[in-house]
């Protein structure tokens, strides 16, 4: 199947700062690619849908300009949180799309101190 | 609308048990509906899907069947093992008939199998 990587996979950063979470998809093209976010032990929240050329369609209630989503190219999208704090701690998970299936990359850990 | 409502868990059963695990949709139109697995510390992963009233999904031991009078689309498994300890959600796009839309989880269902 599909193959979806993201980098890096586990990040501890100050707050303030800015961390960058990169989702590639590695043997296909993927025009659309989502965003989710994962509290323990919940469910995944979509964030975002990323779409390539085009910007981001952002879901209700989420910040725009403190999470950063650029999809470049066919194959990569990028998710920058800015000016971290600790409740932006949390795990990050993308996914592209491909004909008729959703393929998930294996998430990001962010911890803000 | 699109919602999906999984049984809550957690669920603990002991290596070989029979496994089912709810899940039910609002029935707009006749989505394709999903069941996706994570593992501890990783993304998710696709277990099954079923694309039409009536089909049956399986994969890896694991079943579950399209059942439009009843709006469910359960997860079941004859016989666990240890390894299949991971969070299995239930899920079903949000517009059209295909995944590469938005999709709806369900809340999740944490199971534990011990040896």
């Known amino acids: 199947g599909a193959v979806v990587s993201q980098h890096p996979s586990r990040v501890i950063c100050k707050s303030g700062t800015s961390v960058k979470i990169e989702c590639r998809s590695l043997d296909f093209q993927a025009t659309t690619m989502f965003w989710y976010r994962q509290f323990p032990k919940q469910s995944l929240m979509l964030m975002a849908t990323s779409n390539e050329g085009s910007k981001a369609t952002y879901e209700q209630g989420v910040e725009k300009d403190k999470f950063l989503i650029n999809h470049a190219s066919l194959t990569l999208s990028t998710l920058t949180v800015t000016s971290a704090h600790p409740e932006d701690s949390s795990f990050y998970i993308c996914s592209a799309a491909a004909e008729e299936e959703q393929f998930f990359g294996p998430g990001t850990r962010l911890t803000v101190l | 609308g699109n919602s999906v409502t999984q049984m809550e868990g957690p669920v603990t059963l002991s290596e070989e048990a029979f496994l089912t695990i709810n899940c039910t949709y609002t029935a707009t139109g006749y989505p394709s509906l999903f069941w996706y697995v994570q593992y501890p510390g990783e993304g998710l992963q696709l277990l099954l899907k079923?694309?039409?009233?009536?089909d049956k999904g399986s994969n890896k031991g694991f079943e579950a069947t399209y059942r439009k009078e009843t709006t469910s689309f359960h997860l079941e498994k004859g016989s666990v093992q240890v390894s299949d300890s991971a969070v299995y959600f239930c899920a079903r796009p949000n517009a059209g008939g295909t995944s590469y839309g938005k999709l709806t989880f369900g809340q999740g269902t944490i199971l534990t199998v011990h040896p």
């Open positions: 079923a694309t039409k009233a009536d």
